[in-house]
């Protein structure tokens, strides 16, 4: 009978839904940027790091999403701050750095070494990755427009990682997405960065234990 017994709690057991892993449980998402990730000009929880967390509880995927963008930053800061980013361990990261470069007409082949530099170290962390691109106003030039948009997509292929060229690319014609910065996106503008990610992150995810 007590043999029985334990058969029978043990199998209910397995029947049990699982529990939902706590927030330190779960494997973290981080999003590494400048200001387009840290949210600058945004109330805290707008900026498209916490859209994106929001999006990812909706769809049932359990990452803990990691805010580290860093308004100003660089390519370079980019490298300097990888240590910083491996030491949380994440599975996930969002690149999302060139447009300051860019903006002070860094040379290309600079913000390139950078970001390959940051790629590959996450890549010898065995981190998955995600980049972002970003493109630049019209009056820089068409030659370096086209030279800088180029990096993010030869890296991509030079990588193997997935890619979203332009991060903007689908809130571009939509009223109200923009500040009148003309550069940082609003909360709506953070939310559809959220969706234009979700179906090139999605692949990366994994869902359960």
Not at 6 to 18: D, E, G, H, K, W
Not at 41 to 59: I, S, V
Not at 84 to 108: K, S, T
Request: charged content about 20%; some cysteine.
């Amino acid at each position: 009978m007590d043999v029985r017994r334990t058969v029978l709690v043990a199998c209910c057991l397995l029947l049990l839904p699982a529990e939902p892993l706590s927030a330190a449980d779960r494997p973290i998402l981080l999003c590494y940027g400048d200001s387009i990730t840290a949210g600058l000009g945004l109330p805290d929880g707008q900026a498209y790091p916490e859209q994106l967390q929001k999006l990812l509880d909706e769809r049932g995927y359990a990452y803990k999403v990691i805010n580290q963008g860093t308004s100003g930053a660089t390519t370079k800061d980019a490298v300097a701050g990888l240590p910083n980013v491996l030491r949380l361990h994440p599975a996930i990261v969002i690149v999302e750095f060139g447009g300051n470069d860019g903006l002070r007409g860094l040379p290309v082949d600079q913000t390139r070494s950078n970001l390959d530099q940051v790629l590959a170290g996450l890549e010898k962390a065995h981190v998955k990755i995600l980049l972002a691109g970003i493109t630049l106003p019209p009056d820089y030039g068409q030659d370096y427009i086209q030279s800088f948009d180029k990096i993010f997509r030869d890296l991509a292929a030079k990588h193997h990682i997935a890619v979203v060229p332009m991060l903007y690319k689908d809130l571009i014609h939509v009223p109200e997405t923009i500040q009148s910065d003309g550069i940082h996106p609003t909360a709506k503008g953070s939310t559809i960065i959220a969706s234009t990610l979700f179906p090139v992150l999605k692949p990366l995810l994994r869902k359960g234990p």
